[in-house]
């Protein structure tokens, strides 16, 4: 899903949001591994006979997910189209508080750096802003510092494979800046968030910048809607070339 309006998704985002038990834990699980025979995945949980979540397919997202607390919960990972939980390549073990809620991601290239992340998931802001957490999933990019165009750097020096914490900002229309950290923007995005006014989005950086699939900025709803961001060419480095671009990144 590409050019959709993050306005138009807004009130179908919120819409969709259930409310858990409080002795019931919430997540929500992300799939940004651009592993080809990860395309799509499997989740099973405590090795049931059937997925959990069946099909779920890079660059997508679950909702949000009511599984029991303060017990411990196996979940495993399976390429798409497994037949049962023996299907399973990667299991994870959770013990997730009462109450508490989760983002889940799947990052990384199989037998190399495959690997859950998690963090804690809000789905709210204070009246009027958007709450923004920033995820860095691109293999072949270096900490990076994301910005906005006329406001400054919002996330200095991001890992790959980390989140940074949840951020607040005005609920507005604003260009997203990436760049080496410390240095200037190199790749620009749009990101309408003016409908979000009240919510929260996980933002993460998916794919390679030297490698398909190619790099982008991708942002989750808590209903499981992704947005990719549009490109926005008029801010990145002037006149800077592909090939000088991904020197930044070696």
């Known amino acids: 899903m590409k050019l959709l309006s993050l306005v138009a998704l807004a009130v179908i985002a919120f819409s969709g949001i259930g409310t858990a038990n409080a002795q019931d834990a919430t997540i929500q699980i992300i799939h940004n591994s651009p592993?080809?025979?990860?395309?799509?995945v499997d989740i099973y949980v405590n090795a049931g006979a059937e997925p959990a979540i069946v099909g779920l397919a890079f660059r997508a997202a679950t909702g949000l997910v009511t599984l029991p607390a303060d017990t411990d919960l196996a979940v495993g990972i399976a390429p798409g189209g497994s037949t049962g939980p023996e299907d399973i390549i990667a299991t994870w073990t959770y013990n997730l508080p009462a109450g508490s809620m989760t983002v889940v991601m799947a990052n990384g290239i199989l037998g190399n750096d495959f690997d859950l992340f998690v963090n804690a998931l809000e789905t709210s802001a204070p009246m009027g802003e958007v709450g923004v957490l920033a995820f860095h999933g691109a293999q072949d990019a270096p900490a990076v510092d994301i910005g906005a165009d006329g406001v400054g750097v919002l996330v200095p020096g991001l890992e790959y494979q980390a989140f940074a914490g949840y951020i607040s900002v005005p609920a507005a229309s604003y260009v997203l800046t990436v760049a080496p950290a410390g240095g200037d923007p190199i790749a620009a995005f749009d990101a309408p968030l003016?409908?979000?006014?009240?919510?929260?989005?996980?933002v993460f950086a998916s794919g390679f910048l030297a490698a398909e699939p190619t790099f982008g900025l991708f942002a989750a709803l808590s209903d499981g809607t992704v947005i990719e961001l549009p490109a926005n060419n008029t801010v990145a480095a002037e006149d800077a070339t592909m090939g000088q671009v991904k020197s930044l990144y070696r």
């Not at 592993?35 to 799509?40: F, G, H, L, M, Q």
């Not at 003016?194 to 996980?202: E, F, K, N, T």
């Open 35 to 40: 592993d080809p025979a990860a395309s799509t």
């Open 194 to 202: 003016s409908g979000l006014a009240g919510g929260a989005a996980v």
